[in-house]
């Protein structure tokens, strides 16, 4: 779901105009149905101002696609920014911006974990390299419109607040960086750069519409790796009645349809295996083609299954499996 879209001549002139931090909260609102608040308002008036300067220069194609705020599926989650277009070979191509109003960033010990101020005080949180990548892999993983039409998705961070390069860009963080380039307050003109490389033409094929209409479906490569990751599991064997029930669901997801819906409720005290079944359908389900979530109030289990399941694959793929 996209809450604001233009071209990036009409959202030129929201910004000039400073209409812009006015017209996404309207949608917002349509969209959503409720508000928000005043910081995320405030970043808007002061990023997209940002973003504007970026998107100043003239090799960038005046009806390339700007989206604001893109929804990602299977998520609670928001893209700040995306621009499409078509790269230099005409490939369909959106450059996913995650922007950050950051001023200070401390570097931590644990890997895509920087430590900043927000709010109240300071908080560890996601690197914003990996925060964009990792948005990136979700779209790819779960719609099936941008795999089968080859629409290419080019992530990076702005920080356009931010000096901290000996920390965003440190060394440890580089396997995140590489993958989604961070750019920080005095890195506008290889933002400009990075823009041209991948945007060279503008948005004739509404990509991001056919993102957003696109059908939300599991990869392959997803379910095949849960797969495999689930049969170096022993642990992860059902037996008895664990089996019956695990079948039970499976015929009743064949069996149902949006208007013929199907509910079942399984019993039992602790150590019969209920978690083992439902993480059995989490990797049947996906590997079906089917959309299916291990969801817990407790946090707990979410986290030692979530770290069984990882091996060669990457955390941000197998958590958004995994909610509360």
């Known amino acids: 779901m996209i809450v604001y879209s233009a071209t990036k001549a009409d959202f030129h002139n929201d910004v000039i105009s400073n209409a812009i931090a006015d017209k996404i909260l309207a949608r917002f609102k349509a969209r959503l149905g409720h508000s928000t608040s005043k910081s995320e308002i405030e970043s808007w008036k002061n990023s997209m101002m940002y973003m504007n300067n970026i998107l100043s220069d003239k090799a960038i194609p005046s009806n390339a696609g700007v989206s604001i705020e893109y929804k990602v599926p299977q998520t609670s989650n928001r893209i700040d920014f995306i621009l499409t277009g078509k790269d230099k070979n005409k490939a369909d191509t959106a450059v996913i911006v995650e922007l950050k109003q950051w001023t200070n960033v401390k570097r931590t010990s644990k890997d895509a974990i920087v430590e900043t101020y927000l709010g109240k005080g300071e908080r560890e949180v996601s690197h914003p390299s990996y925060q964009a990548w990792s948005y990136a892999a979700l779209l790819y993983d779960f719609n099936e419109t941008v795999r089968e039409e080859n629409i290419t998705l080019r992530p990076c961070a702005y920080l356009h607040n931010c000096d901290a390069n000996d920390v965003i860009n440190h060394s440890f963080y580089q396997a995140h960086t590489k993958k989604a380039p961070a750019f920080l307050k005095e890195d506008s003109r290889r933002l400009q750069d990075f823009i041209k490389q991948h945007v060279r033409y503008g948005d004739v094929d509404n ?118």
């Open 207 to 324: 990509i991001m519409y056919r993102i957003d209409h696109g059908k939300i479906k599991p990869s392959k490569n997803l379910a095949d790796k849960l797969v495999s990751l689930m049969e170096g599991n022993p642990e992860f064997i059902m037996i008895d009645d664990q089996k019956l029930v695990f079948e039970t669901v499976l015929e009743l997801a064949r069996k149902s349809t949006p208007e013929n819906k199907q509910v079942l409720i399984v019993e039992g005290g602790p150590g019969t295996g209920k978690s083992v079944v439902a993480v059995n359908l989490l990797v049947e389900l996906t590997k079906n083609e089917l959309l299916a979530q291990y969801v817990t109030k407790n946090a707990a289990p979410r986290a030692v299954y979530s770290a069984k399941l990882q091996g060669t694959y990457t955390k941000s793929h197998i958590d958004n499996l995994f909610k509360g």
